[in-house]
């Protein structure tokens, strides 16, 4: 037997507010749900694409008051942003990206017809770093975009794609945009001691940061990795410059997170680094 839900908001015609027998709220989508619907009326189960429903009560007062400061097409687009995050990434996605991305967009939006722009630092490094969810994000502002007729910049899908990451690593967005922080000034380091500039838009800069993630990742999380004591005396011995830089880069790492990390760390930072060396060489 089909479930019913009876409507208790309909913020536009592809989301809805309603409750059911089991949950006395649940955030509806699917495409034309709530076309010509209204308050009171109900709606079978069949024609749900997707139901979120917040379950922890802190959460649920928390984006209650987030609908009270935006109209109903605003609150549904941002509903429908959400589900393409869902859908894209094959995710069941943590409540907090309701209350927290839900929060950031509004008050962008706001800032934006207010006519102030906000910079992201770290826009080019958040694209290298995680170019999958940042595709993602650049949906969501397009989305955006078309349905609330603005021009959010492309700072915003910087931004978003940190909600992204931390709602899927279950940390923080300040502690993801921490790593992006630490990944600028290694590679501003990076340049500096190796006397050469890397190209943001390159292959070898999202190389460059993808392994500079991972790395962190990895110390952050206290992995340890293999280690070959006799390669690393050939590559000291081979490469002294990227040897030592290596070295280096490891130890602002461990002072940044304040965890030890594997010396074996260095042989593969090392190679990474001398093969950026050569790549500037050839080219």
């Not at 059911?20 to 034309?32: M, Q, R």
Request: aromatic fraction near 8%; charged fraction near 30%; include cysteine.
């Amino acid at each position: 037997m089909s479930e019913f839900y009876t409507i208790k908001k309909v913020l536009n015609n592809n989301v809805l507010i309603a409750k059911n027998s089991d949950h006395p709220e649940v955030i509806l989508l699917g495409k034309g749900i709530g076309f010509n619907k209204a308050k009171g009326d109900q709606i079978l189960d069949g024609v749900v694409e997707k139901m979120f429903v917040l379950k922890d009560e802190q959460k649920q007062k928390q984006y209650k008051s987030l609908i009270g400061i935006m109209d109903e097409k605003l609150a549904g687009t941002l509903q429908q942003a959400i589900y393409i995050i869902a859908e894209k990434t094959g995710s069941t996605l943590n409540e907090q990206i309701h209350i927290g991305l839900t929060d950031h967009l509004i008050y962008a939006i706001k800032r934006i017809r207010e006519g102030y722009i906000v910079e992201n630092p770290f826009l080019q490094e958040t694209k290298a770093m995680y170019p999958e969810y940042f595709k993602i994000a650049e949906e969501v502002i397009e989305l955006i975009n078309k349905e609330i007729d603005i021009n959010l910049p492309i700072e915003e899908v910087g931004f978003v794609t940190l909600h992204i990451v931390s709602n899927l690593s279950k940390e923080i967005v300040s502690d993801v945009n921490k790593f992006s922080q630490i990944i600028k000034e290694l590679v501003k380091y990076i340049e500096e001691y190796l006397k050469i500039e890397i190209d943001r838009n390159s292959i070898h800069y999202s190389r460059l940061v993808r392994h500079l993630r991972f790395l962190i990742d990895r110390i952050s999380h206290g992995q340890s990795s293999d280690e070959s004591p006799a390669l690393a005396i050939i590559l000291k011995k081979e490469y002294p410059v990227c040897y030592d830089l290596a070295w280096k880069i490891l130890k602002s790492i461990e002072s940044s997170l304040n965890q030890k990390a594997s010396e074996a760390e260095v042989i593969y930072l090392t190679i990474h680094l001398e093969r950026l060396v050569q790549s500037k060489i050839k080219k």
